[in-house]
Nanobody, 124 residues
């Protein structure tokens, strides 16, 4: 199982970016997917998460500016980020809580998987 994130980059304050993350491989079912971010020297923090039923949870700093969504058929999660601020600068990681599919076709133990991280830089 792999998570591949994309969509980071350099944007001016007030601008927008859309991050995408696709889970691929032998997957039985994906539970919650989410986005985290990390600034050097700081702990990784939750930005937003979304369940398979599309219930969402946002960090206070993301509310009203960021929108998380997912495509269950494609095992993909998105993060639309608007009104970006310099303090949003960080490496963004996607996360998926999922059941891998075993060789017998049955679900294996549910585990957390992480994408490789994508840099978001907000600067003029």
């Amino acid at each position: 199982v792999q998570l591949q994130a994309s969509g980071g980059g350099l944007v001016q304050p007030g601008g927008s970016l859309r991050l995408s993350c696709a889970a691929s491989g032998s997957i039985f079912r994906v539970n919650t997917m989410g986005w985290y971010r990390q600034i050097p020297g700081m702990q990784r923090e939750l930005v937003a998460s979304i369940t398979s039923g599309r219930s969402t949870n946002y960090a206070y700093s993301a509310k009203g500016r960021f929108t998380i969504s997912r495509d269950n058929a494609e095992n993909t999660v998105y993060l639309q980020m608007n009104s970006l601020r310099p303090e949003d600068t960080a490496v963004y990681y996607c996360n998926a809580d999922l059941w891998p599919r075993g060789t017998n076709g049955l679900p294996q133990m549910k585990s957390d998987y992480w994408g490789q991280g994508t840099q978001v830089t907000v600067s003029s």
